[in-house]
């Protein structure tokens, strides 16, 4: 353990990174600890420089901070494992292991490309933290893109409407850039002249982001599509898979539904994820009920379930699915599949479920096709299942395929009474500014909520509140920069780190 050892200054920074970063993302969601939580990262590169063993200490350093930063915003992993697995420590102590493994190779990188060829860490850094983020996002069956450091501004939206150009991607960059000023800010506070100037230099992009943003909020414009309701049921998760509860919980469905056509006069309905406690085949009946629903009220329903499909061999392979009923009743023949599966409780990284007969019912969903778009007379939409909305590539597509507005249905019961239901909806904002697109989101347990192209929230129901709620849709004409590109702020993050990185390999230790 003592190869693992660090100054107390050291922990102290450690301790310190951590508690800024919980307190910049949801629940807390305060503005000072995103321009700061970052801040003892770079003291600590600086300070493990300054070892006769650089590179260990770095790696050491990382290792830590990574640790302690994401097992405290994460900690509701176990929380929500433990609906699956005993053994939800376990996984929890591996998807915190595997990110701070990638923490402590961006703070050697850091420091290694910084002594090679001379790039302090107000470039250096910035583009590590950002590429290691891309990295996380696309590191196949284990990709987990959840809380990106640019999805904690996501509180002040007027400061993140830059995000229709440089994406959420791009917000990180900007927002590592500035810990870094101010981190340099500190270490040279004797020279006030130099001090001042970065600290200025944060003060001043802060303001120019707020300036764009109230610019572009003014000038933009946006219309109503309709009205949509979202149905929240808040059935626990144990209660869920009840086969004695099913007929209560589709009743309950039902009233719920019944009772918003009543109250309002919608132009589509939202239940969601996972609504039906069984796959919708199985249950001819509920298919029945559900076209008499959206015919007898003359609107179209879009409801999550299981969809089974069988192989040639006679096996059957599930899939988390979102069904669509016009409002003639008649169910469209497409359902859309879940993509992008959460590992271990949706799929079992890299292994084919059908190897296993065992993981028919737990950790083996089958991986959907690219989504379709859907038509109904409010407009075009595309479907986001469950943290799908974290993925910042699926809204985009949808947009560039003629979507007016996307729909995000989530099931959220599995994480409890803990930070993750808050930080699950954060992600739509940046997804509702990078495309200029309103989102309706429907939760079983809540958070269910409306998000304008602006990235505003409204109508937002409480977390487990037994409720429904009936919000505008709006959406803009604007086909943005990051519509049309992509993450090219990530792209370009990773090409830059595997430049430095190469020269530095190429090229002989500064003396």
């Not at 300070?47 to 990574?66: H, S, T």
């Not at 414009?221 to 149905?231: C, D, W």
């Not at 996307?406 to 993750?420: E, K, L």
């Not at 989102?439 to 192209?453: H, K, L, Q």
Request: net charge positive; charged share 15%.
């Amino acid at each position: 353990m003592r190869a693992l050892a660090l100054p107390r200054g050291d922990r102290w920074l450690i301790v310190a990174g951590a508690g800024l970063t919980i307190l910049a993302y949801p629940p807390f969601h305060l503005l000072f600890p995103s321009f700061t939580c970052l801040v003892p990262a770079v003291l600590l590169i600086v300070r493990g420089g300054e070892d006769p063993l650089p590179l260990r200490r770095q790696l050491v350093q990382g290792w830590w901070f990574g640790l302690a930063s994401h097992g405290l915003v994460l900690y509701w992993i176990i929380v929500a494992l433990w609906h699956f697995t005993p053994l939800s420590a376990a996984g929890y102590a591996a998807t915190i292991l595997i990110l701070a493994l990638w923490t402590a190779l961006l703070f050697a990188a850091t420091g290694w490309v910084g002594r090679r060829l001379g790039v302090g860490p107000l470039i250096a850094f910035p583009v590590m933290w950002t590429a290691v983020e891309w990295a996380i996002g696309h590191q196949g069956d284990i990709r987990f893109p959840w809380l990106g450091i640019g999805s904690s501004l996501t509180g002040f939206p007027v400061l993140v409407q830059i995000a229709e150009v440089i994406g959420a991607r791009g917000v990180t960059l900007a927002l590592a850039v500035a810990n870094a000023a101010l981190a340099l800010a500190w270490l040279q506070r004797r020279d006030r002249r130099r001090a001042a100037a970065l600290a200025g230099g944060v003060a001043a992009g802060i303001a120019l982001a707020a300036c764009y943003g109230l610019v572009r909020m003014r000038i933009i414009e946006t219309r109503s599509l309709g009205t949509v309701a979202a149905i929240q049921p808040a059935v626990g998760f144990q209660e869920k898979w009840d086969a004695r509860l099913r007929d209560s919980i589709v009743n309950g469905l039902f009233d719920l539904s019944e009772q918003t056509l009543r109250e309002s006069d919608p132009d589509l309905v939202l239940w969601p994820e996972a609504a039906l406690p069984h796959a919708l085949d199985y249950f001819p009946a509920w298919g029945k009920r559900l076209a008499e629903h959206a015919r007898g009220g003359r609107v179209p329903l879009v409801v999550g379930g299981v969809d089974v499909r069988t192989h040639p061999d006679g096996s059957p392979e599930f899939f988390n699915a979102a069904f669509v009923f016009d409002s003639a009743g008649q169910r469209n023949a497409v359902p859309y599949h879940k993509r992008y599966l959460v590992p271990i409780v949706e799929r079992v990284p890299f292994v084919n479920p059908r190897w296993f007969s065992a993981l028919r019912w737990f950790g083996a969903f089958g991986v959907g096709p690219v989504g379709t778009v859907y038509q109904v007379p409010m407009g075009r939409f595309g479907i986001l299942i469950c943290y799908e909305s974290a993925f910042e590539d699926l809204s985009r597509r949808y947009r560039r395929e003629g979507a007016d507005f996307v729909v995000n249905i989530t099931n959220d019961a599995w994480f409890g009474n803990t930070a993750a239901p808050y930080q699950h909806a954060a992600h739509l904002v940046m997804r509702a500014i990078e495309n200029r697109v309103g989102i309706a989101r429907a939760a079983n347990t809540g958070i269910s909520e409306f998000v304008d192209p602006f990235g505003r929230e409204h109508d937002r129901t409480r977390l487990g509140d037994r409720t429904l709620v009936v919000g505008q849709v709006r959406t803009s004409d604007v086909r943005t920069f990051y519509t049309r590109v992509g993450d090219w702020v990530g792209t370009l993050t990773v090409a830059t780190a595997l430049l430095l990185l190469g020269a530095a390999w190429w090229r002989r230790p500064r003396p």
